[in-house]
């Protein structure tokens, strides 16, 4: 009869269970000898029954030494079994799998002792268990013992020379799903773990990880936020590496999957995530040019942000973020693709972006999606004008923006827009369009003091550059004349208005076509002009001067008797002392001593200085005033007027009727006087 542990001896099967260490080594290598016998003499079915009985006997039984000597003498049977040991792989991991679990510390610690024996001499016939073992090593590495670490790092180094070496049987396929599963663990060792596989694998030239790169981006991006330095460092290697694949070869990208990953970290509030994720989106908007169009309003969402960064630390991440910008820009102007990009861009889900930015803190932010909105609209016109009306109000918030380069901008924009509605060609010019815009900016100006005060002058002066001048004046002329019921404030928009035409080099060309109002156009101009100018005395002879309607200032000085002298009227006429004696009114200086039209002009005009003369104070402008006219010779003055020969009468302007409406604008500001003082009369402010 056979003992009950055949075919191991019976001493040998007490040995093996024994609590000493010593003896259950001398047991595995009675074991190991007993297995070289039977395999020599192709004896499997002793084999079988040996690892039979250390499988059932030993390795699940509930004395602990027992099976500490299951595992002992299941390594012994690889051991001996030597390159034949791939024929019972399934036989001998399988038990030893098991253990690997044992409450017992040190029945783990044994356990990958014995499978890291099993596993040098299986070798290649390993990589079927692959998975089973991953996933085991994957909670070792974690294990509370440090000896069982140990055991396991070497257990792991051994597969991972084994997996490199033999990579045409490894089923890369099956063991993606086991590291999607781990890459999100939180532990630091099981982090460690995956990262190292990741980068192991990715080193094998004959594996394409790539392909797989949408099932672990994010889990790595995930793993950057870990506080262990080891981890970072690992992680970002590994990220740094697979980028380097992509570049050299990105024909097995999912570009689609992996940019929306790229997107989502890019808005991390960790500066490493952040800085490598617009990093990537930087790589894949110069690998994949068009075909990352699709993806741009969340590629904006992620760098938009970033331009605001001033910090050092961060400094990378902006210049990243502009480089990622100035490449989108470019892809979208190319015109070799417009159509093919027209029909990529997603111009709405771009647009709700933008606009959410357009009130960002940051003024490089804001200058950026000004610029965006204007390129889009220079690049695609047609689609962008059902944005127009939707943008129009977040655009006018802008000009109250503390930056000029953010108004600047913003005005781009805004003319860019009335463009793209009108025609360029100014004979058919839309006047509704730039209409419907200025009374919106002129309601602006009423409703927001410090705009008036502070930016209204620039916004003003850079709209008659990027628009037509003459176009913009008119438009507001008519306005204030038909539409502005608020006198006070006509009144200020006038001296505003009168102020810009009058010194800005921008209106040189509009002051140049008024001095000529012998030309139909010019008289049609002064006279549209005329009729809102009329809210502001003063503002009134500035225009009929830079006209050179002499005799009509003559007459409206005149008019001054009935007109209420005030300190603002007296400021006012001090100014426009001053701007004659610039270079603006050098040519009227000149009328003074010519004798041209037979000395008419000349004659008029000094009769209409004169006049402002004596309405002023004896102040420093008086006396500016008339240190000029004593320098007018007064040989001019021996010879009859002849007002047939004065620009003026050249002009056909009815100039008895403008004067009839400047009586009629002012009676009416007198009237809106008396009522206002009237009412703070009977409600004083309570102030």
């Given at each position: 009869?056979?003992?009950p ?7 040998c ?5 024994d ?8 047991a595995s ?5 007993m297995v ?8 499997a079915t ?14 699940t039984?509930?004395d602990?030494?027992?099976?500490k000597?299951?595992?002992i003498g299941?390594?012994?049977?690889g051991?001996g ?10 036989e ?5 799998m ?10 783990r610690y044994?356990a990958?002792e ?9 070798r290649?016939a ?14 070792l ?6 000896m ?14 084994i997996?490199t070496?033999?990579?045409e ?8 799903p086991?590291?999607?599963e781990r ?8 982090r460690?773990y ?15 990880m790539?392909?797989?790169l949408?099932?672990?981006?994010d889990?790595?991006?995930?793993m950057?936020?870990?506080n ?14 697979f ?9 097995s990208?999912r ?20 800085s490598?994720?617009i990093?990537?989106i930087?790589?894949?908007v110069?690998i ?5 169009l699709?993806?741009a309003?969340?590629?904006?969402t992620?760098?938009l942000?970033?331009?605001e ?6 400094r ?7 480089s ?15 159509t ?8 709405r889900?771009i ?5 959410q930015y357009l ?8 200058i950026?999606?000004l610029?965006w909105?204007?390129?889009?609209f220079?690049?695609?016109?047609n ?13 006018l ?12 901008q913003?005005?781009c924009?805004l ?5 793209s ?6 004979e058919?010019?839309?006047k ?14 009423s409703e ?8 209204a002058?620039l916004?003003?002066?850079q ?17 204030i004349?038909e539409?502005?019921?608020n ?10 208005l009168n102020?810009?035409?009058l010194?800005s ?5 509009l ?6 109002i012998?030309?139909?156009k ?8 005329y009729?809102s ?11 009929c001067?830079?006209a ?13 008797a ?5 300190l ?5 006429l ?5 701007l004659?004696e610039s ?8 009328t003074?001593?010519s004798k041209?039209n ?6 008029y ?12 104070p004896?102040?420093?402008a008086?006396?500016t005033?008339?240190n000029?006219l004593?320098c007018?010779p007064?040989y001019?003055?021996?010879?009859p007027?002849?007002e047939r020969?004065?620009?003026?009468f050249s ?12 009586v ?20 004083p402010?309570s102030?």
């Amino acid at each position: 009869m056979d003992p009950p542990y055949a075919p191991l001896s019976e001493s040998c099967a007490k040995a093996l269970g024994d609590k000493m260490y010593d003896k259950r080594k001398v047991a595995s290598q009675e074991i190991e000898k007993m297995v070289i016998e039977f395999n020599d003499k192709n004896n499997a079915t002793q084999i079988r029954k040996l690892i039979e009985v250390l499988s059932n006997d030993y390795a699940t039984s509930r004395d602990a030494n027992r099976r500490k000597g299951a595992l002992i003498g299941l390594a012994a049977t690889g051991l001996g079994l030597g390159k034949d040991s791939d024929k019972y792989v399934n036989e001998l991991v399988t038990p030893i799998m098991s253990c690997l679990s044992d409450p017992d510390l040190r029945v783990r610690y044994f356990a990958c002792e014995s499978l890291y024996n099993v596993v040098k001499v299986a070798r290649a016939a390993i990589i079927p268990y692959f998975p089973e073992l991953f996933a085991a090593l994957s909670r070792l590495v974690t294990d509370s013992d440090q000896m069982v670490k140990d055991g396991s790092e070497l257990l792991d180094r051994l597969l991972k020379d084994i997996v490199t070496e033999s990579y045409e049987t490894f089923n890369l396929e099956a063991f993606i799903p086991l590291l999607r599963e781990r890459i999100y663990v939180n532990n630091a060792f099981a982090r460690q773990y995956v990262i190292s596989w990741i980068s192991i694998l990715n080193a094998v030239p004959d594996i394409n990880m790539v392909k797989y790169l949408t099932d672990i981006l994010d889990g790595l991006f995930v793993m950057l936020e870990d506080n262990t330095p080891e981890i970072q460092r690992m992680c970002e290697n590994t990220i740094s590496q697979f980028l380097k694949s992509i570049r050299n070869d990105s024909s097995s990208v999912r570009m689609e999957d992996i940019i929306n990953t790229l997107i989502t970290h890019a808005e991390s509030q960790n500066e490493l995530i952040k800085s490598i994720a617009i990093t990537w989106i930087r790589e894949f908007v110069q690998i994949f040019g068009p075909n990352v169009l699709p993806y741009a309003s969340g590629i904006f969402t992620a760098i938009l942000p970033c331009l605001e960064y001033n910090v050092e630390s961060k400094r990378s991440i902006k210049e990243c973020a502009v480089s990622v910008n100035n490449s989108m820009m470019q892809l979208v102007s190319s015109k070799e693709l417009k159509t093919q990009n027209v029909a990529k861009i997603d111009l709405r889900s771009i647009m709700e972006v933008l606009s959410q930015y357009l009130t960002h803190n940051s003024t490089h932010t804001k200058i950026a999606v000004l610029k965006w909105i204007h390129h889009l609209f220079i690049n695609f016109p047609n689609e962008m004008s059902l944005h127009a009306n939707n943008l129009n109000n977040n655009l006018l918030a802008t000009l109250s923006d503390n930056s000029d380069e953010v108004v600047l901008q913003s005005l781009c924009v805004l003319a860019e827009i009335i463009n793209s509605q009108d025609t360029k060609d100014l004979e058919d010019f839309n006047k509704p369009h730039y209409r419907k815009f200025l009374l919106s900016l002129l309601n602006l100006f009423s409703e927001e003091k410090v705009i008036l005060e502070t930016r209204a002058s620039l916004i003003i002066r850079q709209l008659c550059v990027l628009l037509n001048a003459e176009y913009i004046y008119r438009t507001f002329a008519e306005i204030i004349a038909e539409e502005m019921p608020n006198l006070k404030f006509a009144s200020t928009v006038v001296r505003l208005l009168n102020n810009i035409l009058l010194t800005s080099t921008e209106l040189f060309e509009l002051r140049t076509s008024l001095r000529d109002i012998s030309n139909e156009k010019s008289a049609d101009l002064f006279q549209c002009l005329y009729k809102s100018w009329a809210h502001c005395p003063v503002s009134t002879l500035s225009l009929c001067l830079i006209a050179q309607c002499y005799q009509h200032v003559s007459e409206l000085v005149i008019l001054f008797a009935d007109v209420e002298i005030t300190l603002e009227l007296l400021v006012e006429l001090d100014k426009l002392v001053q701007l004659i004696e610039s270079p603006i009114f050098a040519a009227l200086r000149l009328t003074l001593v010519s004798k041209s039209n037979n000395c008419a002009d000349a004659q008029y005009l000094a009769h209409a200085l004169f006049g402002i003369l004596m309405l002023l104070p004896q102040t420093l402008a008086f006396d500016t005033l008339r240190n000029r006219l004593q320098c007018v010779p007064n040989y001019w003055g021996k010879q009859p007027l002849d007002e047939r020969k004065s620009v003026e009468f050249s002009s056909g302007i009815d100039f008895a009727a403008l004067r009839a409406q400047f009586v009629e604008r002012q009676k009416t500001h007198r009237a809106q006087r008396i009522i206002q003082r009237k009412r703070s009369v009977i409600t004083p402010d309570s102030n």
